[in-house]
């Protein structure tokens, strides 16, 4: 009698199988692939969409890298030299170098590589370039003025360095073939890419053979992962998973300050906050350490200035530390006329000192911040509506003045030297993601003095007026510091954390034996 | 059985219209500066500016008429031609088909656990009524269902990753990777059509039809096994259409916990980046799925069920 329930047996049993046959993949039987976990997608192979991503996994390379403290260093380009007027910079292209298709790099193929970058949003449109040409063995670039962070700029994810064979006619992407120490093997937008590596790089080989990446949004997917061994290396944990990841024997945790800045912005051109009074109030009322302890979890990187003591370039021991002082606050917004209403807001000929705050959610932490700033502002009387958006929000509100208040994490290292992100955003009264509405001409003089400046001693000197007047005018009001925070298996040696946000540094990590 | 294909091809074309209008409407009324967004999609949140902004309006037209955009979206569905991607600028039609492979996949294999997890549990629930399985039953599916994937999941990920450390905790492209997140789908489901068949069951069993096969000499097990099992079935694949819904909304949050680069995924970042081709393309294969889904079920039906085949 059981005979005739066998044909349902055996459907059931072959759906089971076409089941199985349609997922199973490749199974990942080696266990020694280095897995690299980080929240980023891979939008697209252009080196302007996601050239960071290939740039950190060591598959592209550009012409030149940065050491430590952010000072370029040869990389594709052996040398470089500068014409006595600043406007030519030369840079001799390294011999022998191969692309991961077997072809020879030239000067030919990486000036194509840096006209290709110009034709997109990035870096290198902002550059007052005028020719890129190729000479022998040398990339020419002419600038219509000097402009001395070209080498940083040189540096930079949106330029790297492409076969020809990489583009389409219109200077397209279509498949990346670079000279990194690794080589992609499998890529699936917008989540995964494996490369291995590539025999006939031209440095030092390094010692991990394969890796893959994994684009995961969530934070605790992330820790998960690297609590579960499903990762050797998880990039930018949630700040509450961060203790719990610190018990677990077998991963190790790697902090690290990187120049990236929590800033409030607020518009020093129009309403309540044109005055600068009012926004030291509001500085006033910030308890930074409150924010960092308990939203960051890392106690004592609330900002006394814009930058932190590891970016000494642009760090003044010297400047008077922005402090927590709510009555201070208080009595300054007093002194602009601002009086307490019936239900504790501040009023001044009628108007409610109420500003909207626009903040995104891409970085998880900011809407917790955006909500502690409520509260606290709250306790001096100004009424904060908080509005979580998309990032874009921001320099849309900025470019139409409607921006009252925005809160924002500014990495200032878009380019190993800061002074070009800092150019951008604040020069001639301020860009997008930096001050709106501010008109301070001795800013935009020292900021030129600066450029033209070869003094070492002077340079330092330019710089820490620039943060000078911009810890008086507050047309960004600082936060807190950032620190990157890395999980990282402990059968792995040699991690570390690039504090330009670089590379994985997969090339300098081994297996541990 | 004609008829009922036919008119759930009609079905097909009037959902294939209505989501591209709709998601067209909505998505062109949104609050926002498109260009802002797709930029921000493109280049990230360090990079996006009014340049880019400008650069991707001229490049895209986002400038000329939404009617204009939206006839040439039809004339371009008409030849097959979604388009490409506002942010990546690749073919719609070729993300979809790797999304939706990835999420029929999970999708299916849910349904398939589930239906072996499910139904016979809630069968021998219902033969014994009121018994400790029964009981408890109750207990463990309520508790499953009203746990939300999210959650499920994370307790799933806790145990197998992180305390037995047998399976992976998110990612892809291996067998292990698909246990979990199919795990968590399937064990809602399961939750769901234990109980419809454990109810079905007791309908069943104190039917008098079972009794007069019981009466007219038959065992226990073969009239359970001719009476019973079928009639059972059409309750339980009734409700699995009542259920893809909860399928389709799980697979969006469990995909993302899992990082699986499903349909319900790329749905979420095409809205948050209004990337309009995407939305219409994944909206659109969602919405054929759910059509297909339930045809397919009705299908099941009418092979199980003979009456149905008169009528």
């Known amino acids: 009698?059981?005979?005739?329930?066998?044909?349902?047996?055996?459907?059931?049993?072959?759906?089971?199988?076409?089941?199985?046959?349609l997922t199973a993949g490749p199974v990942a039987a080696d266990d020694r692939v280095f897995d690299v976990v980080a929240p980023f997608e891979i939008g697209g192979l252009d080196p302007a969409i996601s050239g960071f991503i290939f740039q950190r996994m060591q598959i592209t390379e550009t012409l030149l890298e940065a050491d430590a403290k952010g000072q370029p260093l040869p990389a594709l380009a052996e040398r470089w030299s500068l014409s006595d007027d600043g406007k030519q910079w030369t840079l001799a292209i390294r011999q022998g170098v191969k692309f991961h298709d077997g072809s020879d790099l030239t000067a030919a193929v990486a000036a194509h590589a840096l006209e290709a970058a110009r034709k997109k949003p990035g870096m290198l449109r902002d550059a007052p370039i005028t020719a890129i040409s190729a000479t022998g063995n040398e990339v020419v670039i002419t600038l219509s003025k000097p402009f001395k962070p070209l080498a940083a700029l040189l540096a930079h994810s949106s330029t790297n360095i492409l076969a020809s064979a990489a583009y389409d006619a219109d200077d397209n992407v279509k498949q990346i073939i670079a000279t990194g120490p690794y080589h992609l093997t499998l890529l699936e937008p917008p989540q995964r890419l494996a490369a291995e590596r590539f025999e006939g790089y031209w440095g030092t080989k390094p010692s991990i053979e394969k890796t893959t990446y994994l684009g995961a949004g969530r934070g605790e997917t992330r820790s998960l992962m690297a609590e579960s061994g499903g990762a050797e290396l998880v990039f930018q944990l949630d700040p509450p998973s961060i203790a719990r990841l610190q018990r677990n024997p077998s991963v190790q945790v790697l902090m690290g300050p990187v120049p990236r800045v929590l800033v409030l912005a607020a518009n020093a051109g129009n309403g309540a906050t044109a005055p600068v009074e009012v926004r030291q109030a509001l500085s006033l009322a910030i308890n930074r350490e409150g924010i960092t302890a308990a939203v960051l979890r890392a106690p004592g990187t609330g900002a006394t200035q814009m930058f932190a003591g590891s970016v000494p370039a642009w760090h003044d021991a010297s400047l008077a530390p922005l402090k927590y002082d709510p009555q201070a606050a208080r009595d300054l917004l007093t002194g602009q006329g601002w009086k307490p209403g019936a239900d504790g807001i501040l009023e001044k000929d009628g108007q409610r000192l109420q500003l909207k705050l626009l903040t995104y959610s891409d970085r998880p932490e900011l809407p917790l911040i955006a909500t502690a700033l409520q509260a606290q502002l709250r306790e001096v009387g100004v009424d904060v509506e908080v509005a979580v958006t998309n990032a874009s929000a921001i320099p849309a509100a900025h470019n139409d003045g409607t921006l009252q208040l925005a809160l924002y994490g500014r990495n200032y290292a878009l380019v190993p030297d800061p002074l070009l992100t800092l150019m951008a955003d604040f020069g001639n009264g301020g860009a997008e993601w930096g001050p709106l509405g501010w008109n301070?001409?001795?800013?935009?003089?020292?900021?030129?003095?600066?450029?033209?400046?070869?003094?070492?001693?002077?340079?330092?000197?330019?710089?820490?007026?620039?943060?000078?007047?911009?810890?008086?005018?507050?047309?960004?009001?600082?936060?807190?510091?950032?620190?990157?925070?890395?999980?990282?298996?402990?059968?792995?040696?040699?991690?570390?954390?690039?504090?330009?946000?670089?590379?994985f540094g997969l090339s300098n990590m081994r297996w541990r034996p | 059985m004609m008829r009922l294909l036919g008119f759930r091809l009609l079905q097909a074309v009037m959902v294939a219209v209505l989501i591209g209008a709709l998601t067209f409407l909505l998505m062109s009324l949104l609050p926002g500066d498109a260009a802002y967004r797709i930029a921000a999609g493109r280049y990230g949140y360090d990079m996006v500016n009014s340049a880019a902004a400008e650069a991707v309006r001229a490049e895209l037209g986002l400038d000329q008429p939404v009617l204009w955009r939206f006839t040439a979206w039809?004339?371009?569905?008409?030849?097959?031609?979604?388009?490409?991607?506002?942010?990546?600028?690749?073919?719609?039609?070729?993300?979809?088909a790797h999304e939706l492979g990835s999420s029929v996949r999970l999708a299916v294999g849910a349904v398939l656990l589930s239906f072996l997890i499910g139904p016979p549990i809630g069968i021998f629930a219902g033969l014994r009524p009121g018994g400790m399985l029964d009981r408890g039953l109750l207990l463990l599916s309520t508790v499953t269902r009203a746990i939300p994937h999210f959650v499920l999941g994370v307790i799933l990920v806790l145990i197998f990753s992180v305390w037995l450390m047998v399976l992976p905790s998110a990612g892809h492209g291996s067998f292990t990777h698909t246990i979990l997140p199919t795990l968590t789908l399937a064990l809602g489901l399961a939750a769901v059509s234990s109980r419809v068949a454990r109810d079905a069951t007791v309908a069943v069993a104190s039917s008098a039809y079972f009794a007069f096969g019981r009466l007219k000499g038959l065992s226990g097990t073969r009239v359970f096994m001719r009476h019973g099992l079928r009639n059972i079935g059409v309750?339980?694949?009734?409700?699995?259409?009542?259920?893809?819904?909860?399928?389709?909304?799980?697979?969006v949050v469990v995909e993302t916990l899992f990082a699986w680069p499903g349909i319900g995924h790329g749905l979420v970042h095409a809205i948050v980046q209004r990337d309009v081709?995407?939305?219409q393309g994944t909206a659109l294969a969602m919405g054929l799925m759910f059509v297909l889904l339930n045809t397919a079920v009705d299908l099941l039906n009418h092979l199980i069920d003979p009456r149905r085949r008169t009528a």
Request: charged residues 15%.
């Open chain 1, 1 to 21: 009698m059981h005979s005739r329930n066998r044909p349902r047996l055996s459907l059931l049993a072959g759906a089971l199988a076409t089941w199985l046959t």
């Open chain 2, 235 to 251: 309750p339980v694949v009734t409700y699995l259409g009542v259920q893809l819904v909860y399928l389709i909304e799980g697979v």
């Open chain 2, 277 to 279: 081709p995407m939305v």
């Open chain 1, 440 to 503: 301070n001409p001795q800013f935009d003089q020292t900021l030129s003095k600066l450029l033209a400046s070869d003094d070492p001693a002077e340079q330092q000197q330019l710089r820490n007026k620039l943060m000078t007047l911009v810890q008086n005018d507050l047309p960004l009001i600082p936060i807190a510091w950032y620190r990157q925070s890395i999980a990282v298996s402990k059968q792995i040696e040699g991690a570390a954390i690039d504090p330009f946000e670089r590379t």
């Open chain 2, 74 to 96: 039809i004339g371009d569905l008409l030849s097959l031609d979604l388009g490409n991607s506002l942010v990546t600028g690749r073919p719609v039609l070729d993300m979809v």
